[in-house]
């Protein structure tokens, strides 16, 4: 059935007052029928009950993917060989209420950490600081990520050492760029003049790698727990989110994880022709099958959830871009790239290609009933924000005809709506568990272990004895067994004074 006859078969569906809108995928029911059933026989629901259940869905790792009972906050019990997790996970709450009453003139707040251990924090950050009339501390949160010391620079630039407090996130604690990031913040203190004392005050670290933490200098009171059953990218509703915490406030860091036990509870209860993450899987399942797409776009009209594509990326593409099944055996289909930015921004760089590139590219719009600011303009401006992604949505969908080929908009291209009736810490919750949930979908339906990243050990193992031959200076640098004639060469270029 083409795009254009769905504009008559509207599908829609919600939870939690979050609307899904798949009219425009150009699926019509047989089509979702035959989705379901497959998705059905391949396992699904057992997956899902597995999950939840922490059974060792991460099979080569051998070990759950629990990151749902940090957002229990009913806390039914959760058991891992047998042991119920949820006490350990309440008192990590516990701990992180107290330390946001704890913390007082506290003017900057250093968050090193990167990938899994930034992205979250670092979207909820920036997400909330937009929720009109939002109760902030006002803290300076920098994010300290990359090995490039630009960031640093200018974050030690800002920030006052004695008012200063820093949060070392990394599940591993072995990260390069964390932990070296960590060392230069340590010798800023010191260099600044501060007391073993107040080192010790300024220095808190969040990671399942306790006795690294410990070794680097951090006191076991300011050490954060958390377990090798939560994934890296899936750890923002642990202590890795201190930050909404330490912000917002605890209430609103409840909220978060709310929004997420709310979208979890609908996820492990709702059956597959209502669920939505399940849905938002098959839909791009279909896109693959149908169009075979390689790439896909999440534009949020929202200004707040700029970094969500970012985040997304992560997600998506650690979790489930790969190109074998948990036996090891080639996969005909896995992630496709995601990329995406806010709209309508993103309107005016990328969207040329979408209407009339060969490519067809499915879109996940994402929009928020109500305006994002108390401003006087923001009902008005909010009206053309929602009239500009509905308008995109239909264009791509139906097309256009022209005389001129140049004015042809082929349409049939395919896009979700996702809905929100407001963003605040519980839609924002619920926004990543929504996508969290439809990866691990995803991951089941490819028969993909979505839960390790092999792919991402090897660049890292290179690149020690290159930063060696780099350390050298020389520019005589041969080939060998760890370095190719195209890197030695490189190696040299860099390495002579012109
Ligand atoms: O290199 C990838 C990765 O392992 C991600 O999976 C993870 O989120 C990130 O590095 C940071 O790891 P850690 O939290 O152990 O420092």
New binding site residues.
Partial sequence: MSVQAQLTARSIHSAINVVLDTSYQGIDEGDWRKLFTSARKSGLEQYIEDMFAGKHINSSEDRPALHSALRNLTKTPVLINGVDVMPEVAEVWHRIEALCNQWVDVADVIHI?????DFGPRLAIEALAHVPGIESRGMRMHFLANIDTAELARILGRAQPYSTRVII???????LE?TMNAKAVLAWFQESGCSKSQIANALYAVTTNIPAAKEFGVSEENIFPFWDWV???Y?VWSAVGLPIALQYGFDTFKQFLAGAEAIDLHFKNTRLEENLPVIMALSLLYQQEQNDIKAYAAIPYADALDWFPKWLQ?LDM?SNGKSVDRAGKPVKHSSPVVFGSAGSNAQHSYFQLFHQGTEIIPIDFIAVREPMSDRPEAVAHHRILLANCLAQAQALANGKTAENPNDVYPGKRPSNLLLLPKLNAFYLGALLALYENRTATLGALWNINSFD?PG?EYG?VLAKPIEKALATHQNDIQASADIDAVTAARINLLNSKN
């Fill in positions: 950490g990167i990938g899994g251990s996130v990394s599940k591993s604690f072995t990260t964390t994934g890296g990218r750890s992560q650690e990243q991402v890292k």
